[in-house]
C-alpha cells in the first residue's frame, strides 16, 4: 500500500480521501500534459457512481489548489 492510500484510508471521510488520492495524479497530469479524461479515468476505481461531468468539477477543483499552492510557494 502506498503513502496516499495509506493517508485517504485513515482520514475516515470518503471527501477527504478522493482529495488526498487526486494529489498526485493532477501532478503527472501537470507533467505530462494530460486531460480530466486521463485523471478520471485513474480514479474511477475510487468513485464508480460518479461520471466524467461530475468529476470534472472535482478534478477542476484540485487543479486550482495545486496551482495555489505552487503559487504559494514559488512567488
Known amino acids: 500500500m502506498n503513502i496516499v492510500a495509506l493517508l485517504a484510508d485513515l482520514l475516515g471521510s470518503r471527501t477527504l480521501g478522493l482529495a488526498i ?3 498526485p495524479y493532477i501532478g ?3 507533467d ?3 486531460g480530466d479524461e486521463w485523471i478520471y479515468d485513474k480514479i474511477k476505481g475510487y468513485t464508480p457512481n460518479a461520471t466524467l461531468d461530475e468529476m470534472k468539477e472535482v478534478i477542476k477543483t484540485g487543479r486550482a489548489f495545486t496551482a495555489a499552492c505552487y ?3 514559488h512567488n
Open 71 to 73: 503559487a504559494f510557494f
Open 21 to 23: 488520492r487526486l494529489i
Open 28 to 30: 503527472k497530469a501537470y
Open 32 to 34: 505530462k500534459a494530460k
